[in-house]
């Protein structure tokens, strides 16, 4: 059995209108600041990690910070709850076919891993109807740099599934070299997809196992998950 660790925006889905717009509000408005910084390194950092990053650009510290956090991701939430609809995501029909064959192939389980704090999390997979495939979410909530997530992983598969998985049992699939990157660190296969911010010939630089330009049924793809 393989698990298959889905990033959320830009590989399921895209969401960068309301999603960026509820996030830097809720920032903003917990906090008391502007919060819109600069050269966010997107993807490598989660969204307590672009927090972190912006808000000490404003001089708030990190004890501020780890306080009042939590507040402006339940403020998310809300925001989230009462004002997002399904028109403020567009979900990608390749990804959904291949979270359903992997769901009905009975060879896998699907997890997400996602940068968004879990709130964002379980609101974008809950509007696009995909909640119900996944046995858990990592999230970033809790953690700041991708490269981390993973680790979450290992502990949600044994308490999910009663026993201890290894970095080969995992597939991570996501858009970025970021998403790339932390698969390979804890020994994880990478796909990545052109569907998000890099275009295939920038993710062909990195170490990904495969690179496609959507989740559409292909060979290469079929090969790689039922290996
Ligand atoms: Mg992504």
Known sequence: MKIVLFDIDGTLMHTEGFSKDAYFSALSETFEVDFNPGNIPWGWLTDKGI?????????????????????????????????????????YPDAVWLV?????SGDHELAVLTANCQQGAEHKTRLS?????????????????????????????????????????????????ADVSCAKKWGMQAVAVATGRYSAE?????????VLDALAPSDELENLLFA
């Open 100 to 104: 359903e064959e992997l769901a009905q």
């Open 202 to 210: 920038q993710l062909r630089e990195t170490p990904a196992d495969l």
């Open 51 to 91: 927090a972190e990053f912006g808000l000490r650009q404003l001089g708030i510290s990190q004890a501020t910070i780890d306080a009042k956090l939590p507040d402006a991701f339940e403020l998310l939430g809300h925001k989230w709850a009462t004002q997002a609809t399904v028109d403020d995501l567009i979900v």
């Open 129 to 177: 109807g995909l909640s119900r495939f996944f046995e858990f979410l990592v999230t970033g909530s809790h953690i700041s740099e991708r490269d981390h997530l993973p680790e979450v992983a290992f502990q949600n598969a044994l308490t999910s599934f009663g026993r201890p998985f290894q970095g080969s049992d995992f597939i991570v699939i996501g858009d970025t070299p």
